[in-house]
């Protein structure tokens, strides 16, 4: 079946270290999405990918690093850099063309101890 | 930057009750969706409906989309307790990206 796997499910990370998150996807779409989601603030765009190799910041890229090296991967680091980085993270893909959904993966929570 | 206010923030019903969501958007789109999220999980598209089209129907689903009024509506029928979830509209424009609003929390008691 086709889908996007995000892993993994919980992530804790002390604080002044590097954590990457893993999205990978089987659905042979072109864009790819990285979401942060904290209660009460709906989704905020971090980075996207529209094409292999090419990716662009969202509205709050800061703290954060992508990399598109294969369509099927958008990992997601969280850097020292974040000073807030516990939220909920969520990545989706979706065909190229206005008129197409988002496929999300299940997300993956972070949390700073 | 949220292009979609939800509203209500939060709406409790009956089963067997029908539910309505409503989402304002701000700049002009090519198309508007919405989305489910049932806690601690991803988001699943529910529906599309483009810039010019009035009213869509899925299953119990009913969109409508005004975009003189910039606005946005999401009826669920005969609700069930399995309709508990959050529910967000998101917006296209013709830079292509999603943009979401803060969702409706709706919560269906048997």
């Known amino acids: 079946d086709g889908g996007i796997t995000q892993s993994p499910k919980y992530l804790f990370r002390k604080e002044g270290q590097n954590v990457t998150l893993s999205c990978e996807q089987n659905?042979?779409?072109?864009?790819m999405y990285w979401y942060r989601q904290d209660p009460g603030q709906g989704l905020r765009l971090i980075y996207y990918?529209?094409?292999?190799?090419?990716?662009q910041k969202g509205d709050i890229a800061e703290g954060y690093s992508v990399s598109r090296e294969k369509k099927e991967s958008f990992p997601l680091t969280v850097t020292s850099a974040q000073k807030n980085p516990t939220a909920f993270y969520l990545c989706?893909?979706?065909?190229?063309?206005?008129?197409?959904?988002?496929?999300f993966g299940s997300g993956t929570r972070l949390t700073v101890v | 930057s949220q292009q979609g206010e939800e509203d209500p923030q939060a709406l409790s019903i009956q089963e067997g009750e029908n539910a309505t969501m409503n989402c304002s958007y701000k700049?002009?789109?090519?198309?508007l969706q919405w989305y489910r999220q049932n806690s601690g999980r991803g988001l699943v598209h529910l529906i599309l409906?483009?810039?010019?089209?009035r009213e869509k129907h899925s299953g119990r689903l009913r969109v409508t989309l005004d975009t003189s009024k910039k606005s946005s509506s999401l009826l669920i029928t005969a609700s069930r307790a399995a309709d508990t979830a959050s529910y967000f509209c998101?917006?296209?424009?013709?830079?292509?990206?999603?943009?979401f609003g803060q969702g409706t929390e709706l919560s269906v008691k048997p």
């Open positions: 989706a893909s979706s065909a190229t063309g206005g008129d197409n959904g988002y496929t």
């Open positions: 659905l042979n779409h072109d864009a």
């Open positions: 990918s529209q094409i292999v190799n090419d990716f």
């Open positions: 700049t002009s789109i090519n198309n």
């Open positions: 409906i483009r810039s010019n089209e």
């Open positions: 998101a917006t296209r424009n013709q830079g292509g990206k999603l943009i």
